[in-house]
């Protein structure tokens, strides 16, 4: 392994692309920093962020790009397909303007205060005000250690560099908030990873993707200054992000505690809010995160630290891909939006302090309850085609419906969006359709019992169709808007990196093609929209995932 003698990245002399990014950097001009500047682990008190350079590494090499990132920060393709780009986003060089730091925070790890985590791979580099004035904020993730790297290398995988890579990506064309991944570039070094924790280290191919997007806060910000007991850093720190990170609240100009209990109080209302639009949004398409810590929580509502995530292929609200978490099944599929909820709770105990009355809070928490409830209904109904759930009836139809999936090993994304090309109302003596074949997992499954069910739950929702006066046409426009044909299976984010780790990039850019356009049939990309395979079914990657990455 051959290492550059100094590690201090040098700044980019020539112009271009790149150079003409312009930074402003006010996340460390207008927080507390660490007085300390040595790159050293320790625990950082009082202060939201250190200062910390990227380790540059042996060879930067380009696997992937997604332009529409690119586009966000005014860059063209061809100032991503410079080797400049890759020296820059492997953490090499630093372009003139960016002040790298890595950031404090604290976080509650399956149901537990954890205490002191912080950015311990990610290397923020700056943030960039781009040509229609947005603010992006740019994150190394595998740049290196940094003072909240524990006992860990700071490093990444490439595995779990593509999975991160792809699915930001995956989930932005899907609708779903996220935070974006501009690039993905290979070290030309080698990490060590005991991938199941099972005395089976082996070295694998180093990899950073940088992140973007507005803000990478996270609950586990405040919650580590409320832990601590340090409410100025707490109130700055809020105070800050509500400035910066949120439109259209009012905080006095004096900073007086007492006028912005109100504003601190609407603000976390919006909090909840989104935090409820994105549940709706993971569970409307499979989407499981696996590590929903309360530092994995995005104080913006944006799905964040994809890691040991999986998407729901069968059917089964009980299902975790994180093996590190099969026991207690804690961030299983169904439970999401009342972890969420949970993970709420602890941002509100973290504002207490500052707000000093209990009651407004846990009101704000009903209203995530209610926003979920009420947003859920609404997105089951357009996976159906319906307009709403009006009444019990309808939500007796839904669970009706669930209860059939689980009957029956079948595939969620293919069922619904099948359910949309399945002709109605059909022949009096028409068997189950034909076109829901796709979806089944084990066809010898399929009994008399499961077929009269799926008849007769066929006939009402043509029923519950004809008195919402839906015709099939609005239908299917409305089903297939919102079912996506292609998500990013587990098993197709493995063949990828199986062939990323032989060098070949062509996996990974052809799933990101795909990718763009979850919800338009794409004549010759069937294959990526096939059930996982038998094959997939056992193995690590597909359908097992740890916390290694
Ligand atoms: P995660 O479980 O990935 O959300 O990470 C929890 C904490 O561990 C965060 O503070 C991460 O920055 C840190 N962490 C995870 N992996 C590494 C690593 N390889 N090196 C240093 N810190 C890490
Ligand atoms: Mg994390």
Not at 164 to 186: D, K
Not at 317 to 346: C, I, K, S
């Amino acid at each position: 392994m051959n290492r550059p003698a100094n590690h201090v990245p040098e700044p980019v002399a020539e112009r271009g692309g790149l150079e003409a990014l312009n930074f402003d950097n006010r996340f460390v001009r207008e927080l507390p920093g660490d007085a300390e500047t040595a790159n050293r682990r320790r625990q950082v008190l009082d202060a939201c962020h250190s200062r910390v350079a990227p380790t540059p590494v042996a060879a930067p090499r380009l696997v992937a790009y997604a332009h529409e990132v690119a586009a966000l920060l005014d860059l063209a393709p061809a100032d991503c397909e410079t080797q400049r780009f890759s020296e820059v986003f492997a953490g090499n060089r630093l372009v003139a303007g960016m002040d790298p730091y890595a950031s404090c925070y604290g976080g509650h790890q399956f149901g537990n205060w954890a205490g002191q985590l912080g950015d311990g791979r990610a290397i923020n580099l700056g943030e960039v005000i781009n040509r229609r004035g947005e603010r992006w904020a740019l994150q190394l993730k595998g740049a290196g250690p940094t003072p909240y790297s524990r006992s860990a290398d700071g490093l990444a995988v490439l595995r779990s560099s593509v999975r991160e890579f792809l699915c930001s990506e995956a989930m932005y064309h899907l609708g779903v908030p996220t935070t974006r991944a501009l690039s993905l570039v290979t070290t030309g070094e080698t990490v060590v990873r005991d991938m199941f924790y099972d005395g089976n280290p082996r070295p694998e191919p180093g990899a950073a993707v940088c992140r973007v997007a507005p803000s990478f806060t996270r609950f586990g910000h405040f919650e580590i200054h409320a832990a601590r007991g340090h409410l100025d850093t707490l109130k700055r720190l809020l105070d800050y992000t509500i400035r910066t990170d949120f439109q259209g609240f009012d905080l006095p100009a004096d900073g007086s505690l007492e006028r912005s209990r109100p504003v601190y109080l609407a603000w976390f209302e919006e909090v909840c809010r989104r935090t409820a639009t994105l549940m709706v949004a993971w569970m409307r398409v499979g989407f499981v995160h696996g590590v929903m810590n309360t530092d994995n929580m995005s104080i913006l509502g944006l799905t964040i630290d994809y890691g040991p995530y999986g998407w729901l292929e069968n059917y089964d609200p009980d299902w975790t891909p994180n093996t590190t978490d099969a026991h207690a099944r804690r961030y299983r599929y169904g439970q999401q939006p009342q972890v969420a909820l949970w993970n709420l709770l602890q941002l509100a105990n973290a504002l207490y302090p500052l707000i000093g009355d209990a009651q407004p809070l846990e009101a704000a928490l009903e209203g995530y309850r209610t926003a979920y409830a009420s947003d859920y209904d609404t997105m089951i109904a357009a996976k159906l085609g319906l307009p709403r759930l009006a009444d019990a009836a309808d939500r007796a139809l839904v669970d009706a419906l669930f209860e059939l999936l689980g009957m029956v090993e079948t595939d969620m994304t293919l069922f619904f969006r099948q359910l949309a090309r399945v002709e109605l109302p059909r022949p009096a003596d028409a068997g189950p359709p034909a076109e829901l074949a796709p979806a089944w997992y084990v066809p010898a499954q399929i009994d008399d019992a499961y077929r009269e069910r799926l008849v007769a739950w066929l006939e009402q929702y043509t029923a519950r169709l004809r008195a919402a006066g839906v015709d099939e046409p609005t239908r299917q426009q409305r089903m297939d808007a919102v079912n996506p044909r292609y998500v990013l299976r587990n098993y197709l984010a493995q063949l990828a990196i199986d062939r990323a780790e032989q060098g070949d990039a062509g996996g990974v850019n052809e799933l990101l093609e795909v990718l763009r356009r979850p919800y338009d049939e794409q004549p010759g990309m069937e294959r990526y929209a096939e059930r996982r395979p038998d094959w997939a079914r056992h193995r690590a990657g597909c359908s097992m995932l740890s916390c290694s990455s």
